[in-house]
Structures are given as structure tokens and as C-alpha cells.
């Protein structure tokens, strides 16, 4: 069985950092393409980051590039996400999720495995 479990959300102020990670367990973490999500109260679960399975390509919402960044160590089984220059409306609940049969897809159905969220609050 496949767990990953989302860790380092927390309360910052606008215009501060945060990481985010994602440890993954029950399979061989390199044979997945990893992404991050996001989930705002009363809105939809949007796409925000995907990793490739070898950590050498990277795709990214508009509304996150340029301050945020998705990262893996597959010697540790863990991917992550740094966020910089937060915003307010970066406020959400940040899950990360595998793809077991391809890279880089930007959309939620292409994703087997779900964590459990982690709540990111930025404070203007």
C-alpha cells in the first residue's frame, strides 16, 4: 500500500517562505512523477507543481512561478515544495499526490495516490 504523508504547513506572514514535504512509503519513490495541489475554502483543488520521476524537469502553476519551487530526493523518498513571497491568496490546504504512468501532468485525475493535506495560512 502506497502512504504519503504531508508535513511543514503552518501560519506565516505575507511575503515569508515555508517548505512543504511529502514522504513517501510502500513502493519505489523514483517510479512515481510527483505533484503538489492546493484546495482554498469554497474553491476547487488546483494544480500547482509536477516533478518528474528522475527530479530533472519541472512544470508550474502561473500563479506560483517564479516563487515557488518543487524538489525531490528519491534517496530519501521525499519530495518537496518551497514557497517564497508568500501571498494571502496562497492560503490553502497543500496536498501532494504520485503518478504512477507518466511525468509533469497537470491535472488531478491523472494522480493515484493522495496525502492527507497540510494547512498553509498566510497572514497579511
Known amino acids: 500500500q502506497v502512504r504519503l504523508v504531508e508535513s511543514g504547513g503552518g501560519l506565516v506572514e505575507a511575503g515569508g517562505s515555508l517548505r512543504v514535504s511529502c514522504a513517501v512509503s510502500g513502493r519505489t519513490f523514483s517510479q512515481y512523477g510527483m505533484g503538489w495541489f492546493r484546495q482554498a475554502p469554497g474553491k476547487e483543488r488546483e494544480f500547482v507543481a509536477a516533478i518528474s520521476r528522475s527530479g530533472g524537469s519541472t512544470t508550474y502553476a502561473d500563479s506560483v512561478k517564479g516563487r515557488f519551487t518543487i524538489s525531490r530526493d528519491n534517496s530519501k523518498n521525499t519530495a518537496y515544495l518551497e514557497m517564497n513571497s508568500l501571498k494571502p491568496e496562497d492560503t490553502a490546504v497543500y496536498y501532494c499526490?504520485?503518478?504512477?504512468?507518466?511525468?509533469?501532468?497537470?491535472?488531478?485525475?491523472?494522480?493515484?495516490?493522495w496525502g492527507q493535506g497540510t494547512q498553509v495560512t498566510v497572514s497579511s
Open positions: 499526490a504520485a503518478d504512477v504512468g507518466a511525468d509533469l501532468r497537470r491535472y488531478r485525475s491523472a494522480y493515484e495516490y
